[in-house]
């Protein structure tokens, strides 16, 4: 287990490094000089330019300039934002909590939703049921998010006069608030997490109820209660905890499209307004993040495969 | 020897003629029509839209970009059947122009997508090594960005343009895919007759375009077919944030944007409509692309 944890780790170091330079290079290749971009072109003398561009450390070669930023970003300074003109970091620190809080009402929303419906479609396998159930997950992902919501909003309008709140309440100052805030946009999110659960849990569910000791499981004269839940959902949840690691980062995605909908002001929604406002330190800095993100999910759920299935620490 | 070991027996003594193409490709689609219906029922739908995109200005009398101020937020009727929008512009006309847009972008985003997929998968699984490896690490990387806020950012730096968006997805979506393809040469190269072609004198270059990148062409159907799919909800997601179709060019997902979406309650049929031509259309091309891999390729089923 150590030496598999150590050589993912090693894999890690160029992975890192090669998100770093791509997301350096991003500004690089921005059309016009990185100085206009950086302090807007109105009317500065060459003189102050060049004074610009010392301070900034732009007139260094390339290399050096990335070096120099990867040490500050390696000590946390993230660079400062040019629309708030505050530190990135200080932005984020309020839209994290946000962002995680939806994210994970939507994992429970497409868990809720994933689990049962296929553990009914396996074991009914080829019933009406299945059936059913398999085609509304199909145009569960059909159906993009953002018209979704478009529509729900209206609906609920309609339904029980609710309006999309204006502004955000913490959770730990008023949690009814917060949580009707967060329902709807987390189970638009959800839907679709638990369309790829369902699928997912079906597929895994069919293929362990053929194996033998579920056979012996039936010969013992076990109840199907017993079987399912004792012998053979625990087995099945394995490729589901899998895909959900997978589905945690792309919730984060996804979460660019809903939180501007619905008006939260979490990572999405900061992502959002940063690139409309061609804020490209945020930009670089919100990339650099959510990607490292990513790969620490896709490390732990390697981490945890292994932990709970030893063949594949030794391939 | 034993000869009769190669092939399953009774195989060998009778010599069937073989059918011309013709009939090869349509008894295979025959049934591929029986045995997947669900498939059958998208490859309708989808023959139904190329349809739709192609005969769009006939179908319509209205130009889909023309502002009629008289006709602003005009309610459905016999004249314009969905409606016209806060522009005075007919919903019909965008919706089925639409169609055009959409298609257009997928197909190049399906052409890059494509290309890239295969010959970065092709190149990485067969030179393998320092290259696979290094090769290996940079689609970790890229692949390491959330899709959608990649895209955006890819977007933002490069300026909205239908080429632009089309070239962008291709190349994100083909770096993720030359995994498949990849996967695919590895076994592949295991084969004797690369070794004899290596033997004979072959050239690396050789062996990768006649004898490797034929063998992944079932792989390299299922990626495009799925790819449809991914292209046009990743296309309609983008115009719906204001970075993919730049205007006047109708595309389904501003339609649902910006005013569309505000006048949901006066107007709810400028927005309504387009979103249910975008959800058909990638229900048809998952439905079209799941079966399509399951008949080409029954490893890969459930991978996605």
């Known amino acids: 287990m150590r030496q598999y944890l150590i050589r993912r780790l090693l894999l890690l170091i160029p992975t890192i490094i090669l998100i770093s330079i791509l997301v350096f290079s991003f500004v690089r290749f921005l059309p016009g000089s990185v100085v206009s971009i ?17 301070r900034l450390g732009l007139d260094q070669p390339v290399y050096a300039q990335y070096f120099v930023w990867f040490g500050n970003v390696a000590q946390g300074d993230l660079g400062r934002s040019l629309s708030s003109n505050r530190p990135v970091i200080k932005d984020l620190e309020q839209r994290i909590p946000v962002t995680v809080e939806l994210v994970l009402l939507s994992l429970v929303v497409a868990l809720l939703i994933g689990v049962p419906i296929g553990t009914i479609s396996a074991i009914r396998q080829d019933s009406w049921a299945d059936y059913l159930t398999r085609s509304i997950a199909i145009g569960g992902l059909a159906i993009p998010s953002f018209w979704l919501a478009t529509v729900a909003i209206f609906a609920f309008t309609i339904a029980f006069g609710w309006i999309p709140p204006l502004r955000y309440e913490s959770f730990f100052d008023a949690p009814w608030e917060n949580f009707q805030q967060f329902i709807f ?4 999110l959800g839907l679709y997490t638990g369309a790829i659960v369902m699928r997912m849990m079906r597929t895994s569910l069919l293929e362990v109820l053929r194996q033998d ?10 109840r199907e209660r017993t079987i399912l839940v004792r012998h053979a959902m625990k087995n099945s ?7 959900l690691g997978i589905e945690l980062a792309s919730l984060v995605g996804r979460a660019v499209v809903v939180e501007p909908i619905f008006a939260l002001p979490g990572l999405g929604h900061y992502i959002y307004t940063v690139i409309l406002a061609r804020d490209y330190p945020a930009v670089q800095a919100v990339n650099l993040l959510l990607a490292t993100f990513t790969v620490g999910i896709n490390l732990a759920v390697d981490m945890s495969l292994a932990y709970f299935d030893p063949r594949i620490r030794y391939k | 020897m034993e000869h009769g070991s190669i092939a399953p027996q009774g195989t060998l003594t009778v010599a069937r003629p073989v059918p011309p193409p013709a009939v090869r490709v349509w008894r295979w689609t025959i049934s591929f029509l029986r045995n997947k219906p669900l498939g059958a029922i998208g490859g309708i739908i989808v023959i139904f839209l190329i349809l739709i995109a192609i005969l769009a200005p006939l179908l319509t009398p209205y130009d889909p970009i023309q502002v009629r101020a008289d006709w602003r937020l005009l309610p459905p009727d016999t004249m314009h059947p969905l409606g016209a929008d806060e522009q005075g512009r007919d919903v019909l006309s965008r919706v089925l122009f639409g169609a055009r847009v959409s298609l257009y972008v997928a197909l190049g985003t399906v052409v890059i997508n494509t290309l890239i997929a295969s010959v970065v998968g092709i190149l990485s699984g067969y030179m393998g090594g320092t290259f696979d490896s ?6 970790d990387a890229i692949m390491a960005f959330p899709f959608l806020i990649l895209m955006l950012t890819l977007m933002m730096m490069f300026g909205s343009s239908m080429e632009n968006l089309f070239i962008a997805l291709g190349f994100v979506l083909g770096v993720k895919n030359s995994r498949v393809v990849r996967a695919a040469v590895l076994s592949l190269k295991e084969n004797p007759y690369i070794e004899a072609a290596r033997a004979i004198g072959g050239s690396g270059l050789r062996i990768m375009v006649v004898h490797l990148l034929p063998n992944t062409f079932a792989p390299l159907i299922v990626i495009g077919s799925l790819t449809w799919a991914q292209a046009i909800l990743a296309e309609s997601s983008l115009s719906f944030l204001g970075f993919g179709v730049p205007p006047p060019d109708p595309s389904w997902g501003r339609m649902i944007s910006g005013k569309g979406r505000e006048m949901m309650e006066q107007a709810p049929w400028i927005a309504l409509f387009p979103g249910i031509a975008l959800s058909l259309t990638v229900f048809g091309f998952s439905m079209l692309g799941d079966a399509l891999r399951d008949v080409l390729d029954p490893r890969l089923k459930g991978t996605q």
């Open chain 1, 38 to 54: 950086l302090v807007g072109d109105a009317g500065a003398s060459p003189q102050e330019i060049q004074t610009e561009l010392h």
């Open chain 1, 185 to 188: 946009p987390a189970i638009i």
């Open chain 2, 134 to 139: 290094l090769v290996q690490r940079i689609v």
């Open chain 1, 213 to 222: 000791y579920i056979r012996t499981a039936w010969s013992k004269g076990l």
């Open chain 1, 237 to 243: 949840l394995i490729p589901v905890v899998t895909i």
